[in-house]
């Protein structure tokens, strides 16, 4: 038996990789990465982490910035896709609540205040 854990699907690992860079950066804790970083929060090694993140620069997805230690950061296609897969992940954990109005523009949203909602007067 071998107590190792599965190598884990290329895909799967790229769709995380795009989820936690989305995340980080929406959170402002980071606008890029290492796979040091990357390791903190992804159930993975760090040669798969490095083959995801070398797939992701492939694809146009993330990019190499400078610096002493190798790090990335999320292209604009890059944010527009991580944030997608992040939403369809997370989507049963931000829909809204019974009651609560989900249209980011309405003006209870920039009010803050429920009572201004158009759709529940």
Known sequence: MNNQ?????????????LQVMFWLRGEALAEDVSTADLA????STAIELDEGLHRLADLELVRVVG????????????V?????????????????GH???????CDCKQSGNP???RHHA
């Open 40 to 43: 903190r929060f992804i159930g």
């Open 67 to 78: 610096g002493d230690m190798i790090r990335y950061a999320l292209t604009p296609e890059g």
């Open 115 to 117: 009572a201004d909602c």
């Open 80 to 96: 527009r896709e991580g944030g997608r897969r992040f939403a369809d992940e997370f989507s049963d954990l931000t829909k809204p």
């Open 99 to 105: 009651g609560e109005c989900g249209d980011p523009e």
């Open 5 to 17: 854990p599965e190598k884990r699907n290329g895909l799967e690992a790229q769709d995380e990789i």
